[in-house]
């Protein structure tokens, strides 16, 4: 947005971060994507170009910036408020060092939550979460590729009853990733059964990770949250959800936070998986969902390939959105 600063440690989002998973008897990590995500757009929003001096037009141009990538006013205010206090203790006057402080100061702010996927239980079963249309089938495609490429044994779960099409489209993405697949049993089979019957296969073939599909769900419809309450409840009768993942799209803006919000309540959300990152440098309302709710970014899908996905690195995504 600002510029580059030529300074800068080298790390981009062509340098992946490796995904962390807890397990016994110690931490693993799963690894880098082949493919390296493509070069975000820089979002619609003023630039500060060079400058020798910084004044008022500086505040007013970063503040339409954080607006343009999505902060959203509050969390806009503050960063202005932060880097007005940073630039004067710094004594800052160049662009670069400018560019350098906001980079630091969103990375210090994204650092502050444990982006660890902890599936130390066996079975270790993640339930993925999210509105229509945010990629959620897709990304647990991916999802099933990048744990199973680490070399553990992998089931996917289609509690997607609604929509026959979405049972056919899990199933297509775990032959491509080399997974398992649990279908209903039934046309219209209850959510919660799929889900027990998925955790059963699981625990009788030894299968170490599950993951259960869940139909795409306004956060505004009481009826279908509550659904998402009992699919939890029966999972844990056999086993506990070890993860809870909310899939939101980058570009959601901030009704990304009520989203937060509803599925926190009704599902117990763990982790954000932040998609559709290959197409804009927006995304900056994770930063008041991290905050508010205490929901850490966990993973970021960057494109439509099977190995476009990876764990979120404050470093990286910090980098997106200024440079």
Do not use: C, Y
């Not at 993640?126 to 590729?145: C, D, H, M, R, S």
């Not at 799929?194 to 956060?219: P, S, Y």
Request: hydrophobic share 40%.
């Amino acid at each position: 947005m600002f510029g580059r600063d030529e300074s800068v440690p080298e790390e981009s989002a062509a340098d992946e971060p490796e995904a962390e998973i807890v397990e016994e008897p110690q931490p693993a990590k799963l690894p880098k994507p082949a493919k390296a995500p493509k070069a975000p757009k820089p979002a619609k929003a003023p630039r500060l170009g060079r400058r020798s001096k910084m004044d008022e037009s500086t505040w007013e141009d970063l503040e339409d910036t954080l607006l343009g990538a999505d902060f959203g006013p509050d969390v806009a205010e503050q960063l202005v408020d932060a880097m007005r206090v940073a630039v004067a203790k710094n004594g800052v006057s160049d662009s670069d060092d400018f560019v350098r402080l906001l980079r630091e100061l969103l990375e210090e702010r994204l650092s502050k939550f444990d982006t660890t996927l902890k599936l130390s239980e066996r079975p270790a079963v993640i339930l993925v979460v999210g509105v229509n249309g945010v990629g959620k089938t897709t990304t647990i495609g991916k999802l099933a590729k990048f744990i199973s490429s680490a070399g553990r044994s992998v089931v996917v779960g289609a509690a997607d009853t609604f929509r026959a099409a979405a049972v056919d489209q899990l199933a297509t993405w775990a032959e491509r990733a080399g997974v398992e697949v649990v279908r209903p049993q039934a046309d219209g089979q209850d959510p919660a059964s799929v889900a027990f019957q998925t955790v059963e296969f699981a625990k009788t073939n030894g299968t170490e990770i599950v993951i259960v599909d869940t139909a795409g769900r306004l956060q505004t419809k009481s009826g279908l949250m509550d659904e998402l309450t009992k699919i939890r409840r029966v999972i844990e009768k056999q086993t506990p959800v070890s993860e809870v993942l909310l899939v939101l799209d980058a570009t959601t803006g901030q009704n990304g936070l009520a989203q937060a919000d509803a599925f926190l309540e009704h599902a117990g959300v763990t982790g954000l998986v932040l998609t559709k990152l290959d197409g804009s440098a927006k995304g900056g309302f994770v930063l008041a969902v991290q905050e508010r709710t205490g929901i850490p970014v966990k993973l970021v899908g960057t494109g439509e390939g099977l190995g476009d996905l990876s764990g979120f690195s404050p470093v990286a995504f910090a980098a997106q959105l200024v440079d």
